[in-house]
């Protein structure tokens, strides 16, 4: 019985040490550390999957990555231990991939680093691009309206060419029906003067010609005949534009205030006037010390006569307001 007793104690541990020896090296992993799989050229999640009876799912959800995501040789792969479990190990990354890592984050910094200094480059262009004189195109007109838009060469032989005078009087047609009629030739001179002079910005007409009505404020509007034009333009102060278009000759000038553009017109003399009525008023033309007279009158003031022509039309309701997001 002594003898017995040892002899079957050691049975047991060499038949125990013989089934450990005899494991696999991926069973052994399972009991320790996750399995990992290194992946091989031309390896795809499924085949990897079915290789070790495993899901795609599950074998996604152990490495955290979808079945679209890319894998690439040498990548290592965490192996659930059974279907659906997930094995939370961190696994070192492979010497290519962290040679990919490394490599990546440089290519990032350079990158943002490009990205900052081609930034300040271009800001730079551009303010010295604000800093150099505009170059003009002579006889050059970019005309905007509701009714339209155009821009082009004017002249042709120091003549008004035919596409430039119908493309104008389509611009400056009456925006309520798109009737027009033929413009003013002094006019569109005009216009092409005022363009040269801001830099050929675009002229933003807010009324050129219109029908007579019978609710018209004065029966004899220059708008009526093609001889007027009220504008605009972006960048340019009415202002400025006032005070260059009273260098003209012949031209009839009128500012106003309250209103959005200033009015020009071809007459036999020069006149210039100012207006503070607003869209849709009557005309309520400056008294002889250019103030309202509406202000004047409620500060008790004596009003004096203007000694201004006006082209009577006042601030028409036909005015127009430029949202720019609209031309």
């Given amino acids: 019985m002594n003898r017995i007793v040892p002899a079957l104690v050691c049975a047991t541990l060499l038949a125990f040490a013989s089934a450990n020896v005899g494991a696999s090296p991926a069973s052994r992993a399972v009991r320790g550390a996750p399995r990992v799989h290194v992946v091989y050229p031309g390896q795809t999640l499924a085949m990897i999957a079915k290789r070790y009876n495993v899901s795609v799912d599950a074998l996604c959800k152990a490495n955290r990555i979808s079945k679209k995501s890319r894998i690439r040789p040498k990548q290592r792969l965490v192996l659930p231990k059974r279907e659906g479990d997930t094995v939370e190990a961190s696994v070192e990354k492979s010497p290519a991939e962290e040679s990919d890592s490394v490599e990546k984050s440089e290519k990032a910094e350079k990158k943002s680093a490009t990205g900052k200094h081609d930034k300040a480059e271009r800001a730079e262009k551009a303010a010295k691009a604000d800093r150099r004189p505009t170059k003009t195109k002579k006889g050059h007109l970019v005309l905007q309206s509701f009714t339209g838009s155009w821009r082009g060469p004017v002249f042709k032989r120091g003549k008004i060419n035919t596409s430039a005078r119908t493309g104008i009087e389509k611009v400056l047609a009456a925006w309520r029906t798109g009737q027009h009629q033929p413009i003013n030739d002094r006019l569109i001179r005009m216009l092409v003067k005022v363009s040269e002079h801001f830099g050929n910005k675009p002229v933003r007409v807010v009324s050129g010609f219109r029908p007579y009505t019978p609710?018209?404020?004065?029966?004899?509007?220059?708008?009526?005949?093609?001889?007027?034009?009220?504008?605009?333009?972006?960048?340019?102060?009415?202002?400025?534009?006032?005070?260059?278009?009273?260098?003209?000759?012949?031209?009839?000038?009128?500012?106003?205030?309250?209103?959005?553009?200033?009015?020009?017109?071809?007459?036999?003399?020069?006149?210039?006037?100012?207006?503070?009525?607003?869209?849709?008023?009557?005309?309520?033309?400056?008294?002889?010390?250019?103030?309202?007279?509406?202000e004047a009158r409620a500060a008790g003031e004596r009003e004096e006569p203007t000694t201004g022509s006006g082209d009577g039309s006042g601030a028409d309701s036909d005015e127009q307001t430029f949202d720019p997001d609209e031309i």
């Fill in 215 to 294: 609710s018209q404020y004065t029966p004899h509007s220059r708008h009526n005949s093609g001889h007027a034009v009220d504008f605009s333009i972006p960048g340019v102060s009415n202002t400025q534009l006032r005070d260059y278009c009273r260098t003209l000759a012949n031209v009839g000038c009128g500012f106003y205030p309250n209103s959005s553009f200033v009015h020009m017109d071809v007459r036999e003399a020069s006149a210039y006037w100012v207006d503070f009525s607003g869209p849709g008023q009557a005309p309520r033309y400056s008294d002889a010390h250019g103030k309202d007279p509406g």
